[in-house]
């Protein structure tokens, strides 16, 4: 702090060559500026501008004095704190504005221009006051407004006290959770946090200063209990795979979320307003927004007298309909960036780039997954973007989505590495037209002469020092033209805001914690509590005293650290918050079962015990036996080599193999699956259950099924040597995998042994081996070890064939890395964790399931041409892909993405296997892995184009899944079909309607079991670092940032940001080599008698890095070791 103890700021950002210092000196020429704003004579210009402006644009003198009161307001702020009182501060992340309690609104657009966050000084005073002196971000209107913006895009600082009187308000509801994580993001990035600054997860707000500020902040702060205070630090926030956004939190970052609910609840309860386009603003994101017109109009309503809109009212259904019909409305599934939940897109239907939703206001209460409506914008309200295509990391927000057949299991990636203050990711707005039309042409001249003469003098001082700002992108690189209306559509992005919801696929369950309100004289602080949910595209909401524990109100600091349950009602059009109702407790934060249920909650999976009504279904008499005239309908194959091959832990059995060689020198191959439609009877309870679930969802430490553990474990799984139901596929193939004959039918099997994969491993790595009754699991004295091993070699030898035609066709495989986990089976806790390892033995089940799929997807689609049910994957996203098209010609690859066999083939035969190249062909299968879509279901009744029921990964015309009906209720539909097909069962009831919403269920039911599943393993491996860390290990960079950079930690396949102000550098230089980004890192000294090390940091290095537990539950971050000095 200077002198006058004002907030001094960062270096200018003027200087493009040298190293950025993470914390650097303070320069006297930002002092004097700060001095000479801060003087009354400074003030006393700038409300005669103001005024003058005003009256030329034809305003009342009602808003003009209006404009006065923010100025006075920052008057009363600035004396209080001059004679040493304590005055709660602005937020140290851009503001928002909200009307006055005399109902003053600003008709001006307001025009917004991104500026970087200065240095805070941030402390909690003897009474857990907050105190920060800031620059920070503010929402401008009017004519004052445009001033501090011209300031702004010339790359000027005006001073706090200049940026506090632009009539400053809250932002609230869920959008305060959006400036925590812009802040948090900014002060990582540039290394400007404290280490005792507050972060906040939820907005810090602006105060309605008035002469009575002192007693204001002391009845708010007597309001915070220690453990309301303490609790939630001990919580983390996102359920995303990047926990390193915590790499750099402050220690006392929950402290601020307390003190900004108190103040959100305060002002709500006060009946204070938010302006709704503030909502709707970008937070994060270097382009000029401008607000819709329905934005526009509820801001212009008077606020005296009644309560304001926030949202727009959703259209009519008849509306939507003929509009959605006329094509002037958009529907999609929305998809909410989970690191900037302010942020949604929606895909476009010609497959370009998505569309952008810009804000909470814009997307209209409307849910992560929801199926929503959209109207696009008017082209001058498009996202500007840079024409190389690099705001592709904000795009790719969904999670990871390639389908099962490509791959194992995706490890989940970070849903959005564009980092908003980075040039490299979004244009940064300039001025605006209003301007010129004003008549502020001279007022911008000359306060940008004063504000580039500032600007130089602080570089040339930081430079004369020795260290440099981050050099940036050249301005060359980017339109020189900011209106999009005079853009080529390639640089642009289409935005638009939800108008109806059509259907509510998110859960509206969410996990969280619960605190008093800050007000106690309200009425509103006698009936109600607000629920914080962890997850920030969940918004806040008041919950009923009734439903919290009895003794919440007195002992509040008791249930800081709880987990609840909270299921979203209702969201009025006027209100911040939604409204809430408690489900149930949790129990404590950071621990497995309570973190478990909560992701199972939120995502909508039933994991409640089966209903009687559903259980009376299953037979009654037990043990279960075959009836003979069961048996007499079926193929008896009871005394074949039959076998099954599964993971070691496995319970629910439902394929097994067998393999006959014939006298004629070719094999009997078959693929028999348990008959789970034989149990599961159609439009039963059971059935309804079933399908309502759709499918078993894998946990690390369980499994919730499908069907009751009867089924599935018991009289559905091929347990060895048990009599059971089956439905086979068998073919005459050559011993090269040519199929000479096929066969279909209901069948009888006794398994004869229940192998792993380690067992069969073994076996294939091993032929001559004799293998003893102990190394392997118990075998029917039927069959040999000899028998059974001879079976696996030569089904081995047929899928390899068979693969390697597969590849030879233009299919495509990418093998993510995949985490598995060891567990104490005592406390359940993780002992240890390894990359599981797609060995031979995978790659000979996963042909034969691949080939049964195929043929039955050929039989029911010619049996049933309107009732089939299949499953299609459609090409890669266009935009992505040609995005990573793009990556790959800056960095030299020759990558042909022509088709999905030439990728495969590009990246399984371009690179070497050393090391190395093993390494990055990991990273590149990661970036592939992005531009494709889901694999879908569908009915093949409603598409009539049989091009679109291609298998774009499989490259084939025809696919479905049959496999694995214990675990997936589509695999029960298509044995129903298949029955049919062969005349064994009466035709299926489903009508091609019903078909068709029974798959677009199973897809979704199935893409929240597939995020379930790696939200279950994101949470043991939190649990282990924290355990066990800090744990080591090699990485790759994926992706290079100006102040920090991506990479793939391969011993564990998770992908981490490493931030540059993390770490003990003298400084750092980013650059573009080409179009290549490249860090250097200066290394500080171990020893004074050292010299420093420089380290390049770009696309594919290999460092080492260390994973530390960030000491909140679930938290980690990912450290650079410093690089050896020996050579």
């Not at 632009?166 to 993001?185: C, H, I, N, P």
């Not at 309605?208 to 609790?231: P, Y």
């Not at 009946?271 to 909502?279: F, G």
């Not at 509820?298 to 939507?320: L, Q, T």
Request: hydrophobic share 35%; charged share 25%; net charge neutral.
């Amino acid at each position: 702090m200077d002198p006058l103890g004002h907030a001094r700021s960062a270096p200018a950002q003027g200087a493009k060559e040298g190293l950025s210092k993470t914390a650097v000196p303070q320069k006297n020429a930002y002092a004097r500026l700060v001095q000479k704003h801060h003087s009354g004579r400074f003030r006393s210009y700038m409300n005669r501008v103001a005024q003058k402006m005003q009256q030329e644009d034809g305003t009342s003198n009602e808003h003009s004095s209006d404009l006065e009161q923010p100025l006075r307001r920052g008057l009363v702020k600035e004396n209080l704190a001059r004679n040493g009182l304590n005055v709660r501060s602005y937020s140290p992340v851009r503001t928002s504005h909200m009307e006055q309690p005399g109902g003053f609104e600003n008709d001006k657009p307001q025009n917004l221009f991104n500026r970087c966050l200065h240095r805070k000084n941030a402390s909690v005073n003897s009474e857990g006051d907050l105190e920060v002196e800031e620059d920070c971000y503010v929402h401008r209107h009017g004519a004052a407004a445009d001033l501090l913006n011209m300031s702004d895009a010339m790359g000027g600082r005006i001073s706090t006290g200049l940026r506090h009187s632009a009539a400053l308000q809250k932002s609230s509801g869920s959008d305060e959770k959006d400036e925590e994580d812009t802040w948090r993001r900014k002060h990582k990035k540039r290394g400007r946090c404290p280490a005792n600054a507050d972060m906040a997860a939820g907005h810090l707000l602006t105060e309605h200063f008035s002469g009575d500020v002192l007693a204001a902040n002391a009845r708010r702060t007597s309001l915070l209990s220690a453990g309301q205070v303490q609790g939630a630090e001990k919580r983390g926030f996102a359920r995303t795979r990047n926990n390193s956004e915590s790499a750099r939190a402050p220690q006392n970052f929950d402290r601020k979320r307390q003190l900004s609910e108190s103040q959100t609840e305060t002002m709500s309860n006060s009946d204070s307003r938010i302006n709704p386009r503030q909502l709707g603003t970008p937070r994060g994101g270097s382009y000029a927004a401008v607000p819709t017109s329905g934005d526009r109009k509820n801001r212009n309503k008077p606020a005296r007298g009644k309560k304001k809109s926030i949202f727009e009212a959703y259209m009519s259904k008849e509306d939507v309909s003929a509009g959605l019909k006329r094509g002037e409305l958009i529907q999609g599934p929305l998809r909410i960036n989970p690191k900037k939940y302010h942020e949604a897109f929606i895909p476009s239907p010609d497959g370009t780039r998505d569309i952008f939703i810009d804000g909470v206001v814009a997307r209209n209460r409307a849910l992560n997954g929801d199926i929503v409506v959209v109207r696009l914008l008017p082209r001058e309200q498009w996202k500007v973007i840079k024409p190389d295509g690099s705001d592709k990391e904000t795009e790719a927000t969904h999670e990871s989505d390639v389908p099962e057949d490509m791959l194992g299991t995706c490890v989940p990636q970070e849903a959005a590495k564009g980092d908003a203050v980075s040039p490299d990711v979004i244009i940064e707005a300039q001025f605006d037209d209003n301007d010129a039309e004003h008549g502020q042409d001279h007022l911008q001249d000359t306060l940008a002469h004063d504000i580039k003469k500032l600007s130089l003098d602080t570089a040339e001082k930081v430079k004369a020092a020795g260290i440099g700002a981050v050099h940036r992108t050249k301005q060359e690189e980017v339109p020189k033209v900011n209106d999009p209306r005079l853009l080529p559509d390639k640089f642009l992005q289409r935005t638009a805001k939800v108008v109806y919801i059509l259907e509510k696929k998110h859960s509206r369950a969410a996990t969280g914690f619960i605190k008093l309100l800050a007000d106690k004289n309200s009425e509103l602080f006698k009936k109600c509590a607000m629920f914080s949910p962890v997850d920030h595209r969940v918004p806040r909401a008041y919950v009923s005293l009734a439903d919290c524990p009895s003794d919440f109100v007195a002992r509040p600091e008791d249930y800081s650290n709880m987990l609840f349950i909270c299921r979203i009602v209702d969201w009025k059009e006027d209100s911040n918050f939604a409204s809430g109702q408690l489900a149930k407790s949790l129990g404590q934060a950071g621990e497995i079962e309570p973190e478990t249920e909560g992701i199972l909650t939120e995502y909508g999976v039933d994991f409640s015990d089966f209903s009687p009504e559903a259980l009376e279904c299953l037979p009654q008499s037990l043990p279960w036996v075959i009836s003979p005239g069961e048996m007499a309908k079926r193929r008896d194959l009871r005394k074949e080599c039959i076998f099954t091959i599964d993971p070691s832990t496995a319970k629910d059995l439902d394929d097994a193999l067998s393999c006959k060689q014939l006298p004629d020198g070719n094999f009997e191959v078959g693929v028999h699956i348990a008959d789970v439609s034989y149990f599961v009877l159609e439009e039963t309870a059971l059935d309804r259950v079933a399908s309502e679930r759709a499918t078993s969802v894998y946990l690390v430490q369980k499994v919730i099924p499908m069907l009751p553990k009867l089924l599935c474990e018991e009289l559905c799984s091929l347990n060895p040597m048990r009599d059971r139901l089956t439905f086979s596929v068998m073919w005459k193939v050559t011993p090269e995998g040519k199929i000479l004959d096929e066969w279909f039918g209901r069948t009888v099997i006794c398994s004869c042994a229940k192998l792993s994969y380690d067992h069969a491993q073994s076996m294939i790595e091993n032929p001559g081996k004799v293998f003893s009754p102990e190394e392997l699991p118990p075998v029917s004295p039927q069959h040999s070890v000899a028998k059974i091993q001879q079976a696996v070699l030569n089904l081995h030898h047929i899928a390899q064939h068979l693969r390697k035609q597969r590849f030879i066709d233009g299919a495509l495989r990418l093998d993510q890395l995949k985490l598995s986990f060891t567990l104490d089976q005592e406390s359940g806790m993780p002992q240890g964790c390894y990359i599981y390892q797609y060995r031979d033995s995978n790659k000979l089940v996963e042909e034969f399931m691949l080939l049964a799929n195929m043929a039955v997807a050929h039989q029911i689609y010619r049996s049933f041409p309107e009732q089939a049910l299949l499953r299609r994957h459609p090409p890669p996203q266009t935009k992505l892909l040609n995005d990573l098209m793009e990556f790959c010609h800056q960095v030299g690859l020759e990558i042909d993405f022509s088709s999905a066999g030439s990728l495969h083939k590009s990246l399984n035969e371009t690179f070497g296997a050393d090391k190395y190249s093993e390494a990055r062909k990991e990273v590149l299968t990661n970036m592939f892995s992005r531009p494709m879509q889901m694999a879908q279901y569908f009915c093949t009744g409603v598409l009539k184009d049989e091009i679109l029921f291609r298998h774009y990964a499989l490259n084939v015309p025809f696919y479905t899944h049959f496999t694995s009906p214990i675990r997936r209720y589509a695999d029960v539909v298509v044995h129903r079909l298949l029955s049919a097909s062969l005349g064994i069962s009466s035709p299926i009831k489903m009508e091609k309607e019903t078909i068709q919403r029974q798959a677009e269920h199973c897809n979704d039911r199935k893409m929240a079991s597939k995020r379930v599943q790696e939200l279950s393993a994101d949470l043991f491996f939190a649990i282990f670092v924290r355990e066990c860390g800090p744990l080591e290990s090699e990485a790759m960079v994926m992706g290079v940032l100006n102040e920090a950079f991506d990479v793939l930690v391969l011993k564990f396949g998770v992908q981490k940001r490493i931030y540059c102000n993390a770490l003990p550098l003298l400084g750092f230089h980013f650059q573009k080599v080409g179009r290549k980004p490249e860090l250097t890192l200066m290394w500080e000294p171990e020893r004074p008698e050292q010299e420093s090390v420089s380290q390049e940091i770009t696309i594919f290095t290999l460092v080492e890095v260390v994973l530390k537990s960030d000491g909140a539950p679930l938290k980690y971050s990912a450290l650079l070791k410093r690089p050896s000095t020996e050579k």
